[in-house]
């Protein structure tokens, strides 16, 4: 289930773990070799945990002397700044001058007074100017701290490309759009400013922010089913809406074996009067389960048989009313009709969606229209077994609003596996 999408979120995950580690090490080592340079004794004392700053504040003369030329030739277009607040690991722009600051209290970093010499900040005087340089320099003070107790964070730069091929990853597997741009905004944010530790392994840091951003969007609109029917009032009714072939009938009947599990007991209702061979299909299903079948010949009124199995509930003391209702296109007004009346007359107490996964995008674009046109108040996504992409899976809760409840996994009765948002997120991510 869904293995294409997770090998691809496991791409993404390991290129950005090996990223970042690879220029961890990087700056490690160049670090150390220039603060050996400058100060052999001084290095191994640090490393090994005693107070940093000395080393930082000797690294950072050696740095600044030699950013300086660099940095006048990026005054002029005001690039300077940004370069060092957007790349704060990259060993040549480690913000040691705002180190010193911070470790000797000073207002005015040596950085600053050259700026004010060459006439860069000239163009940014002004109080905006002002609130910008002083944002700047938290940022890498705070940058440089974490630099001298041994951690770093990662940046956007770090991302940049690797975002574009998880957007691509996505897309391909069938992720709406949106749905898409949401999952990227989420990692961006989760893992942007993440602290990691210098010579260490990413770890984990990557996948838990996928995690997160996954699951943000997965369990849009997650309600209690169980506790729904345990509260409301007997009988219950569901009724399910989708078009034709995706699984429906086979839906309803392991709807009940699962009801039955949880000890509910129901009726299956034939509302599919359009179809020629809806009546022996359903009823096949309520003969294997030893279900009572309630249907009306072709061609009647379906709001008229889901309200015969009401009645045959409530007299029999049946917990569950299961409304199977013909397959339809949200455009057929006939049957869209019908679907208005039996909301109107019956007023059910659920009304389930049901799509094929394997039908990715098409079935992301049917929920949002079904619910558009007769409120859903949740997905049964079908096929699941059968789908690499996992697309739909992902998108249509957020698209509708309304959570996918269940997952067909297969063609038996047991085939049906309550959705759960963090189980299928984990599924994803497994290693
Ligand atoms: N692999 C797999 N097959 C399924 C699943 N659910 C249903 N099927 C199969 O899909 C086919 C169509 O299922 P139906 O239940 O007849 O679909 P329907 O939507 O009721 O179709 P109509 O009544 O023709 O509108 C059947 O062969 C089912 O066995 C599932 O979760 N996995």
Aim: hydrophobic fraction near 35%; glycine fraction near 8%.
């Amino acid at each position: 289930m869904f293995d294409g999408l997770k090998e691809k979120l496991g791409r993404f995950s390991s290129d950005v773990e090996e990223d970042v580690d690879e220029d961890a090490v990087e700056e490690d080592a160049e670090a150390t070799e220039q603060a050996a340079g400058e100060n052999p004794g001084g290095v191994e004392e640090d490393r090994d945990g005693s107070p940093a700053s000395g080393t930082v504040e000797q690294a950072a003369d050696a740095e600044t002397a030699e950013r300086e030329p660099t940095r006048e030739d990026a005054a002029g277009d005001g690039s300077a700044d940004s370069e060092r607040v957007d790349r704060p690991s990259e060993p040549d722009r480690e913000p040691t001058a705002d180190t010193k600051s911070e470790t000797t209290g000073d207002e005015e970093t040596p950085a600053q007074a050259d700026e004010d010499d060459d006439g860069a900040p000239a163009s940014q005087s002004g109080e905006d100017a002002d609130d910008t340089s002083e944002d700047v320099d938290r940022g890498l003070a705070e940058k440089a701290k974490l630099f001298a107790t041994g951690k770093t964070v990662i940046d956007e730069d770090d991302l940049e490309g690797h975002l574009d091929d998880l957007e691509i990853a996505l897309l391909q597997s069938d992720v709406e759009m949106d749905v898409a741009q949401e999952i990227l905004e989420g990692v961006k944010a989760n893992l942007t400013g993440e602290t990691r530790r210098r010579l260490e392994s990413t770890g984990n840091i990557v996948r838990d922010a996928l995690r997160e951003a996954l699951y943000d969007v997965i369990s849009v609109g997650q309600f209690d089913f169980e506790r729904r029917i345990a509260e409301a009032e007997k009988p219950i009714v569901i009724v399910f809406t989708g078009v034709n072939g995706v699984g429906k009938t086979t839906s309803i009947a392991k709807l009940s074996h699962y009801l039955e599990q949880e000890e509910y007991s129901s009726v299956l209702a034939n509302g599919d009067t359009y179809r020629a061979g809806a009546n022996e299909q359903l009823r096949e299903h309520a003969e294997n389960l030893d279900r009572t079948f309630i249907s009306h010949e072709q061609g009647s009124d379906p709001t008229a048989v889901i309200y015969d199995a009401v009645e045959y509930a409530e007299a029999n003391d049946v917990d569950v009313v299961l409304g199977d209702t013909a397959g339809r296109l949200h455009t057929s007004d006939d049957l869209m009709a019908q679907l208005e009346k039996i909301d109107r007359v019956i007023e059910p107490d659920m009304t389930l969606f049901v799509d094929e996964a394997v039908a990715g995008q098409d079935a992301v674009n049917r929920a949002r229209e079904f619910d558009a046109a007769a409120e859903i108040d949740g997905t049964i996504l079908t096929k699941a077994d059968a789908d690499p992409q996992g697309g739909a899976a992902i998108s249509i809760a957020h698209v509708t609003g309304k959570p996918i409840l269940f997952l067909g996994t297969g063609q038996d009765y047991d085939d049906l596996e309550r959705f759960n948002p963090e189980t299928i997120v984990d599924r994803l991510l497994d290693e």
